[in-house]
Antibody
Framework: QITLKESGPTLVKPAQTLTLPCTFT????VGWIRQPPGKALEWLAL???????RYSPSLRNRLTITKDTSKNQGVLTMTNMDFADTATYYC???????????WGQGAMVIVSS | DVVMTQSPLSLPVTLGQSASISCRSS???????????LNWFQQRPGQSPRRLIY???NRDSGVPDRFSGSGSGTDFTLKISRVEAEDVGVYYC?????????FGQGTKLEIK
């Protein structure tokens, strides 16, 4: 059974850069979705098994997604963090096109000075 | 971006009754490969979302057959027959055809 696990800081200051690793036990693509408290889900970025990268158009200039298949790890970097970026960040895995087969437990990130 | 509009946003249901959630997309999620990448996810309180349905009507392993998906074009429906207490949570539709993939606002199912 494939699992995903997010790690990283729970508290960041405004203007800092957030780095979120996700370790997975199978598959080859990985993505990130976030959910502000009490709000809906929002796509951030996705990297497929062939290194095709997709970014949210509204956040593209702040995001970088990479993966290291040898380490079974994907990493999301988000620059210039703001209070509005406070959310639970979910690592997700598409094993087939057009869907999200698996979700991690989520990592709560709070932006506070 | 493709806008996914769900209704209702709040759905009080009596145990044992049926519930239906509508999802309308601003563009068809039908893809040139012949598939329609319309998904449904369930998020129970305090948990991560999990997929229930993919490609409109395919139920995931372990999902009770009380859950069914249907639809075509731009109109899709998730139906839950014989609602149980464990079905409480928020349900999201998501299109996986046009990037960025987009979610509906969520429908909160509660027991009356």
């Amino acid at each position: 059974q494939i699992t995903l696990k997010e790690s990283g800081p729970t508290l960041v200051k405004p203007a800092q850069t957030l780095t979120l690793p996700c370790t997975f036990t199978g598959g080859a693509g990985v993505g990130w979705i976030r959910q502000p408290p009490g709000k809906a889900l929002e796509w951030l970025a996705l990297i497929y098994w062939d290194d095709d990268r997709r970014y949210s158009p509204s956040l593209r200039n702040r995001l970088t997604i990479t993966k290291d298949t040898s380490k079974n790890q994907g990493v999301l970097t988000m620059t210039n963090m703001d209070f509005a970026d406070t959310a639970t960040y979910y690592c997700v895995q598409p094993l087939t096109p057009g869907t999200l087969d698996l979700w991690g437990q989520g990592a709560m990130v709070i932006v506070s000075s | 971006d493709v806008v996914m509009t769900q209704s209702p946003l709040s759905l009080p249901v009596t145990l044992g009754q049926s519930a239906s959630i509508s999802c309308r997309s601003s563009q068809s999620p039908a893809y040139s490969d012949g598939n329609t990448y319309l998904n449904w996810f369930q998020q129970r309180p305090g948990q991560s979302p999990r997929r229930l349905i993919y490609k409109v009507s395919n139920r995931d392993s372990g999902v009770p057959d009380r859950f069914s998906g249907s639809g075509s074009g731009t109109d899709f429906t998730l139906k839950i027959s014989r609602v149980e207490a464990e079905d409480v949570g928020v349900y999201y539709c998501m299109q996986g055809t046009h990037w960025p993939y987009t979610f509906g606002q969520g429908t909160k199912l509660e027991i009356k």
